[in-house]
Nanobody, 123 residues
Framework: VQLQASGGGSVKAGDSLRLSCTASRRTFSNNAMGWFRQAPGKEREFVAS????????YYGDSVKGRFTISRDIAKGVVYLQMNSLKPEDTAVYSC?????????????????WGQGTLVTVSS
């Protein structure tokens, strides 16, 4: 099973980007999915997660109100809409999937990981 993240790039503070995560199989349509990020020299940080059948989504404190996670079940894609980007949002963003449908903010709860996509925000 592979997860493919895309949509990263270099933007200026205040701009928006939308990241996409596509699974190699559509069975992830009813599994919890998440986005994490890691900036140079820092630990991996939870960004957002979306489940199935429970709470709509969880967000990390640093992105609440600016980022939105969503999923297109028909396409098997999970999105991360990032608005009002800040330089501190600069990181490699990775998507992950759980075998479970239960939403989680814990990276250890995720079973499958994709390669990251780099987001660079300049001031």
């Amino acid at each position: 099973v592979q997860l493919q993240a895309s949509g990263g790039g270099s933007v200026k503070a205040g701009d928006s980007l939308r990241l996409s995560c596509t699974a190699s199989r559509r069975t992830f349509s009813n599994n919890a999915m998440g986005w994490f990020r890691q900036a140079p020299g820092k630990e991996r940080e939870f960004v957002a997660s979306i489940g199935w059948g429970g709470p709509a989504a969880y967000y990390g404190d640093s992105v609440k109100g600016r980022f939105t996670i969503s999923r297109d079940i028909a396409k098997g894609v999970v999105y991360l809409q990032m608005n009002s980007l800040k330089p501190e949002d600069t990181a490699v963003y990775s998507c992950a999937a759980r075998r479970s449908a239960a939403i989680s903010m814990n990276a250890r709860a995720f079973d499958y990981w994709g390669q990251g996509t780099l987001v660079t925000v300049s001031s």
